[in-house]
């Protein structure tokens, strides 16, 4: 119970310094907006198929996600806080208690991308509801975990800016693919049936991702 009590600090002591700075949210929100805009200026009046909507839309997620979730332990060091948490809690505790956070907030940001692709695409028409709410509840959780160990790695870096979306694009493919081909099937329609190999890879990916994580943390946490 004390484990649990202490990873809900670590989550309640981000959200009080989001809300503070909003810094991840203005940042996640205008790259949204920016984004979306800028497909919608490009494409004008072009149809475009649903494999082409799907990859557009997780396009966004994915590079909105790089220029937020990235503040995850840069703020920690930036604060000079970083030696308070590892004086105060455990590994597994700051790690649990951060992939808390950027799942709530990778959550937000997808939902946010829905909305605006509803308002401003016709053929964004979402035919399979359980398909897709399923592929980005599944998807949020897979980009959170593996923004979360990679957050935590180059922390310390000098060039954090440019090594973040180095690192997570070759180790977001599989799950980048994944969804896209998912949220294809929920725009056309398909049975959810049919989506059961994307979900069996997306559920692997995030046990996978969570379990390596989980074991490295600790070393990169107290070098």
Not at 21 to 39: D, K, P
Not at 102 to 124: D, E, H, K, Q, R
Not at 165 to 193: H, N, Q, Y
């Amino acid at each position: 119970m004390n484990i649990i009590t202490s990873t809900l600090a670590i989550v309640s002591k981000d959200v009080r310094s989001e809300l503070r700075t909003r810094y991840a949210m203005n940042a996640l929100l205008m790259f949204v907006v920016t984004s979306v805009a800028t497909i919608l200026f490009a494409l004008r009046e072009d149809e475009v198929s649903t494999e082409v909507l799907s990859g557009m839309f997780w396009v966004v997620v994915f590079f909105t996600a790089m220029s937020g979730l990235s503040r995850i332990f840069v703020s920690e060091e930036e604060r000079g806080t970083t030696m308070t948490l590892q004086l105060i809690a455990s590994p597994s505790i700051v790690y649990f208690g951060k992939l808390i956070f950027n799942c709530g907030l990778t959550l937000v940001l997808s939902s946010a991308v829905t909305i605006l692709y509803i308002a401003v695409f016709p053929a964004f028409v979402i035919k399979s509801m359980g398909i897709f709410i399923l592929t980005i509840f599944l998807g949020s959780l897979g980009f959170a975990a593996a923004a979360t160990i990679i957050a935590a790695i180059i922390a310390k870096a000098n060039t954090k800016g440019t090594l973040y979306p180095v690192l997570s694009f070759p180790i977001l493919i599989p799950l980048l693919m994944t969804v896209m081909k998912s949220t294809a099937r929920a725009l056309d329609g398909e049975m959810f049936i049919a989506a059961m190999s994307e979900f069996q890879i997306l559920v692997s990916y995030l046990m996978i991702m969570i379990a390596g994580s989980y074991l490295l943390f600790d070393y990169v946490w107290k070098e």
